[in-house]
């Protein structure tokens, strides 16, 4: 691929205290083949001086726009995509636990070609909004497996372009499902594991009783240390403040010492739950290292739908966990399926609902915003090693519609250019046909 450089652009890593101001001088972006070499001022000019031969160097001036890493979707359903108008798969209340009846009901005609074509329109949607990194779950309470079968071959098919994580993940239970042969939701999550799913997946709220849902938390941290994966449970997604087990999960995982490898997604139940329980159970996070995805579009439609006057928001606590330390990503969720209607894959609007849902809206935490979509995501995904924008790390970074990352959040930035190992996935341009001067 050879050299290439990247000039005239701001700079936002995503660590903290790195947000690129509009003062800031623009930097340029060494890469060679297809990995960082190097990030500072006139390299041009550097490399000429030191006998660098320019027509060696494929020269790209990003016009002074903000680059930073790609951005990740730490919680999705590609599975499940574009499935919300199937007959009998309308959800009538709204309701988290009707989608699930909903989609119990209509995934029985699933194909392996009719997943995968589907979720690569998905895929294409959040790509073009600047995502190349995805943890997707995938529907195991299934004895054919067929979801999984679908996302595993995507993921290898276009690794090239986008990085999938797949969680083995049981829908409809682990102990509440019983599979045609007597095969409970737990023996499929296993198999999906077998498979080559990179995560163990639970959904201890939806159990039929507290003590499956007990059980089931056992058995992902079991099943995750036996087979060296990571976990991602749909935990607490509920109103009920005493929906707790997200504190179970975290202890299990800090005694199994994989913590930093447990993903608690959802937790709408400490939106719910006193200050008391909250400020107990943040000692133990914290000690964990337990990561949060949340999911603030989907929440906030699903949630509070028993509520009159107040209505809860049905978050988790992003706010709260943010400044205890905890680290926290978004997850765009769903998209037209019979949980949410919408969803196009647009982090930025993710972004947006989380921060104003979470009260989040200081400067200090605005300039700081899109470590939630960037660094908080890669962590999340225990992908640290080979993320960021650092020399040696894989050249792989977005140029964003703004100078800043303030303008960015407050724009709802485009995205404008994806890069990946160095090679321009698409670029984007933004002009105004008019005689106005006013909007040009």
Known sequence: MGMQLFTNAHI?????????????????????DGR???????????????????????????????????????????DYVFTARKPGA?????????????????KSDLTVDEVK????????????????????????????????????ELKEELADTVTLQIVSFPQEGMYSYEGPHGETGADLVEEGLKMGADCVGGIPHFEQCR???????????????????????????????????VELLAALAY???????????????????????????????KAAKLNFACAPTENLYLQGRQDTFPKRRGITRVKELTEAGVNVSLGQDSMQDPWYPLGNGNMMLILDYVLHLAQMMSFEEIDDALKF??????????????????????????????DSVFNAVYERADVL????????????????????????
């Open 36 to 78: 960082f070499v190097e990030f500072g001022e006139h390299l041009g000019e550097r490399l000429a001086a030191q006998g660098c031969d320019k027509h060696a160097l494929d020269v790209v001036d990003l016009g002074g726009k903000l680059v930073c890493p790609p951005f990740c979707d730490t919680h999705l359903h590609l």
């Open 211 to 245: 003590e499956f849902g007990e059980r089931s938390m056992h058995t992902v941290v079991e099943l995750a240390s036996r087979y060296g994966k990571l976990i991602d449970v749909h935990c607490d997604e509920t109103d009920d403040p005493n929906s707790r087990y």
């Open 117 to 152: 074509h589907r979720a690569k329109i998905g895929i294409a949607k959040e790509m073009r909004h600047g995502v190349q990194f995805i943890r997707t779950h995938a529907d195991v309470t299934d004895p054919n497996l067929t979801s999984l079968k679908a996302l595993l």
């Open 373 to 402: 979509l960037t660094i908080n995501g890669a962590t999340s995904l225990g992908m640290r090693n080979e993320y960021g924008l650092e020399p040696g790390k894989p050249a792989n970074f977005i140029v964003l519609d703004a």
């Open 12 to 32: 936002a890593t995503g660590e903290p205290g790195s947000t690129a101001a509009q003062t800031a001088p623009v930097q340029d972006i060494l890469v060679q």
């Open 90 to 106: 309308v959800n009538e209340s709204g309701t988290l636990f009707e989608g699930i009846q909903r989609w119990s009901e209509t």
């Open 417 to 440: 250019r994806s890069v990946r190992a160095g090679h321009t996935l698409f670029t984007r341009t933004t002009t105004i046909d008019t005689e106005l001067n006013l909007l040009r």
């Open 255 to 285: 005694k199994a010492g994989i913590g930093e490898r447990t993903t608690a997604s959802h937790t709408c139940s400490l939106g719910s739950t006193d200050n008391a329980y909250f400020f107990h159970l943040t000692k133990l996070l």
